[in-house]
């Protein structure tokens, strides 16, 4: 059984830099519209068909959420559809708004 792994904001943003990851945030569509990290795909159920079409299943996949709680479900979800490396961000949304100034 595959699993995710944790991964720190400051990791994040470092895989952002490179371009080296994909952001799903799997927050509300208020929340997402009011904030979320640049080029980020916005995740949900009527998305999910969209994710498995579109992205590299190679790729790393860093899950984020409201504080990094629910982020954990959807990354573990992810991780058996057969992502090779996928992520939970720690603290969420809510830790990177304080600690990274790029919020779209």
């Not at 569509?29 to 080029?39: E, L, N, V």
């Not at 992205?55 to 090779?84: K, M, T």
Request: glycine fraction near 6%.
């Amino acid at each position: 059984m595959a699993d995710f792994k944790h991964i720190s904001v400051a990791d994040t943003a470092k895989h952002l830099a490179a371009g080296t990851a994909q952001i799903c945030d799997i927050r509300d569509d208020t929340s997402y519209r009011s904030g979320h990290i640049a080029d980020s795909f916005q995740l949900n159920n009527q998305s999910m068909a969209q994710l498995l079409d579109e992205i590299d299943f190679d790729r790393p996949v860093i899950v984020v959420c409201y504080h990094g709680h629910s982020s954990q479900g959807a990354a573990q979800y992810l991780a058996q559809q057969g992502f090779e490396e996928v992520y939970s961000m720690d603290g969420g949304f809510e830790q990177w708004s304080h600690e990274q100034p790029s919020v779209t």
